[in-house]
């Protein structure tokens, strides 16, 4: 049987999981694909610490170039993560024309673009199934099930810390500190949780699926970003009131008409009937609405050792196909042996699929919408003084810039100080809503900035 040589470069969280994957499921892997996947080297700078694997001889190494400079090794496992060591480990290894699979949504995030033009000139592919949605199929759906579709738009809970922590307050009022220490410890946080808390993370896994809907390149800057830290108990029980939950949502809408596609992460009310709204715990999802489909919904772990192990393998199962297609390409004609190095420099014929889902020749620098160009309803919380004249000088305000109000509720009553007056929008514009609110804010009767709340209502 055709042996597949693989390397694993970092043996942490998910290095390990994939390892134990290759080892365990040998069997059920070689029955499914009809190769050998011989795990050749395990690199990681730490060879002490027993990740409860037995190894062969050999295997578990420290010097990660020697598997990157192995010419017997075929596809390479980065799994160090971060965006230095790790993006020169790939380089190195897709000169040396050796697959790439990664997890590493930061670094593709920032550096896809010219990651996967070299892995083109090199003629290999380069894999990143488990950079989004952790098990969740979303970037296989989006390249492969989904290619005679026009991709409408994107929503997804791609963030598994801040779904367990908006979770945590909603279901048990727990405060956020304790629910992001137990998201630590569950393993679902980043090395560094600055990243899933404001939404930074989400951006980068938004930033990878834009691109491959709608055939664009990889843009993480223009992406507008915005976590959940200054969400507050109130807000989640106000949002419960008028039939909404919050989530941490990665929107992309396709404005293509326009010339340009919409890419914003913000926290945002849903109604309480969708399906998504129920998305709770550490669990991921992603709605894809598209032209001939309609309505596709993915479920599932967005992180963690296994799940994200089975979507690294699912990555290896697709190259080693593709490596044994060229293979028998080749022993089918002796012509092949021209056609192989003219392929070997076009990717659609080494790859099946094209990385970023369409041809290379065909994927454009399409913009991103600024957020202020954006529009949907938004909720709006106000702490004011609760004096006769003061309701009216804000809906003035709003009506000024023409934004219409949907629903206004005064929680409580006082003499002296300021109530939470809550408000609901129809559809507005972003800039009018916040030219708005910064004249509300310049009112005496209001003491703080208001909070606002986009509404995705679909
Ligand atoms: N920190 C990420 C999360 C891990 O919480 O979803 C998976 O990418």
Same mark, same amino acid.
């Given at each position: 049987?055709?042996?597949?040589?693989?390397a694993i470069l970092g043996c942490?969280?998910?290095g390990?999981?994939?390892?134990?994957?290759?080892? %365990?499921?040998?069997?059920?892997?070689?029955?499914?694909?009809?190769?050998?996947?011989?795990?050749?080297y395990v690199a990681d700078l730490?060879t002490?610490?027993?990740?409860? =694997?037995?190894?062969?001889?050999?295997v578990f190494i420290s010097d990660a170039n020697k598997a990157i400079?192995?010419?017997?090794?075929?596809?390479v496992v %980065?799994?160090i993560?971060?965006?230095?060591?790790?993006?020169?480990f790939?380089?190195?290894?897709?000169?040396?024309?050796?697959?790439?699979?990664?997890?590493?949504?930061?670094? =593709?995030?920032?550096?896809?673009?010219?990651?996967?033009?070299?892995?083109?000139?090199?003629?290999?592919?380069?894999?990143?199934?488990?950079?989004?949605?952790?098990?969740?199929?979303?970037?296989?759906?989006?390249?492969?099930?989904?290619?005679?579709?026009?991709?409408?738009?994107?929503?997804? =809970?791609?963030?598994?810390?801040?779904?367990?922590?908006?979770?945590?307050?909603?279901?048990?009022?727990?405060?956020?500190?304790?629910?992001?220490?137990? /998201?630590?410890?569950?393993?679902?946080?980043? *090395?560094?949780?600055?990243?899933?808390?404001?939404?930074?993370?989400?951006?980068?896994?938004?930033? +990878?699926?834009?691109?491959?809907?709608?055939?664009?390149?990889?843009?993480?800057?223009?992406?507008?970003?915005?976590?959940?830290?200054?969400?507050?108990?109130?807000?989640?029980?106000?949002?419960? %009131?008028?039939?909404?939950?919050?989530?941490?949502?990665?929107?992309?809408?396709?404005?293509?008409?326009?010339?340009?596609?919409?890419?914003?992460?913000?926290?945002?009310?849903?109604?309480?009937?969708?399906?998504?709204?129920?998305?709770?715990?550490?669990?991921?999802?992603?709605?894809?609405?598209?032209?001939?489909?309609?309505?596709?919904?993915?479920?599932?772990?967005?992180?963690?050792?296994?799940?994200?192990?089975?979507?690294?393998?699912?990555?290896?199962?697709?190259? *080693?196909?593709?490596?044994?297609?060229?293979?028998?390409?080749?022993?089918?004609?002796?012509?092949?042996?021209?056609?192989? +190095?003219?392929? /070997?420099?076009?990717?659609?014929? $080494?790859?099946?699929?094209? +990385?970023?889902?369409?041809?290379?020749?065909?994927?454009?620098?399409?913009? +991103?919408?600024?957020?202020?160009?954006?529009?949907?309803?938004?909720?709006?919380?106000?702490? /004011?003084?609760?004096?006769?004249?003061?309701?009216?000088?804000?809906?003035?305000?709003?009506?000024?810039?023409?934004?219409?109000? !949907?629903?206004?509720? !005064?929680?409580?009553? $006082?003499?002296?100080?300021?109530?939470?007056?809550?408000?609901?929008?129809?559809?507005?514009?972003?800039?009018?809503? !916040?030219?708005?609110?910064? %004249?509300?804010?310049?009112?005496?009767?209001?003491?703080?900035?208001?909070?606002?709340?986009?509404?995705?209502?679909?």
């Amino acid at each position: 049987m055709r042996q597949i040589n693989i390397a694993i470069l970092g043996c942490g969280v998910v290095g390990s999981g994939v390892a134990k994957l290759l080892i %365990e499921k040998q069997q059920l892997l070689e029955s499914r694909i009809g190769v050998s996947l011989n795990l050749k080297y395990v690199a990681d700078l730490d060879t002490k610490t027993d990740r409860g =694997i037995k190894f062969k001889d050999g295997v578990f190494i420290s010097d990660a170039n020697k598997a990157i400079n192995d010419p017997d090794v075929d596809i390479v496992v %980065e799994l160090i993560g971060g965006k230095t060591i790790a993006k020169d480990f790939i380089v190195k290894a897709l000169q040396n024309a050796k697959h790439v699979v990664t997890a590493n949504k930061a670094l =593709i995030a920032s550096y896809g673009n010219t990651i996967v033009k070299t892995a083109i000139e090199n003629g290999v592919d380069f894999a990143f199934e488990a950079s989004v949605g952790g098990c969740m199929p979303v970037i296989k759906s989006i390249r492969e099930s989904l290619v005679a579709n026009h991709i409408n738009s994107i929503t997804g =809970i791609l963030n598994g810390t801040c779904n367990y922590i908006l979770t945590k307050i909603s279901q048990e009022g727990c405060p956020f500190d304790l629910a992001l220490k137990e /998201a630590q410890n569950r393993g679902y946080a980043e *090395a560094d949780p600055f990243l899933d808390v404001e939404g930074h993370d989400s951006a980068h896994k938004l930033a +990878i699926l834009t691109a491959i809907a709608y055939g664009m390149e990889i843009n993480i800057e223009d992406i507008h970003v915005e976590g959940i830290s200054k969400i507050t108990p109130m807000d989640i029980e106000f949002a419960k %009131e008028f039939g909404y939950a919050i989530k941490l949502l990665a929107i992309s809408k396709n404005c293509l008409d326009k010339g340009s596609v919409e890419a914003r992460v913000h926290p945002t009310m849903i109604p309480i009937a969708l399906p998504l709204a129920h998305v709770n715990g550490s669990m991921n999802a992603v709605t894809i609405n598209a032209d001939a489909t309609g309505e596709t919904m993915l479920y599932g772990a967005g992180a963690g050792m296994m799940p994200t192990a089975s979507a690294v393998l699912s990555d290896i199962a697709d190259i *080693a196909r593709n490596i044994m297609a060229v293979d028998i390409a080749d022993t089918k004609s002796a012509v092949m042996s021209e056609n192989r +190095i003219n392929m /070997a420099s076009n990717i659609s014929g $080494r790859t099946r699929v094209p +990385i970023l889902g369409f041809q290379a020749k065909n994927i454009r620098k399409i913009p +991103i919408l600024p957020i202020t160009d954006i529009s949907t309803c938004y909720y709006i919380r106000l702490a /004011a003084e609760d004096h006769p004249g003061v309701l009216s000088k804000i809906t003035g305000i709003l009506g000024s810039r023409g934004i219409s109000i !949907q629903s206004v509720h !005064q929680k409580g009553r $006082r003499e002296n100080g300021p109530v939470p007056v809550v408000m609901i929008t129809h559809r507005a514009i972003e800039k009018d809503v !916040q030219l708005a609110l910064k %004249e509300i804010a310049s009112l005496d009767a209001i003491p703080e900035m208001p909070v606002v709340i986009r509404i995705e209502d679909y």
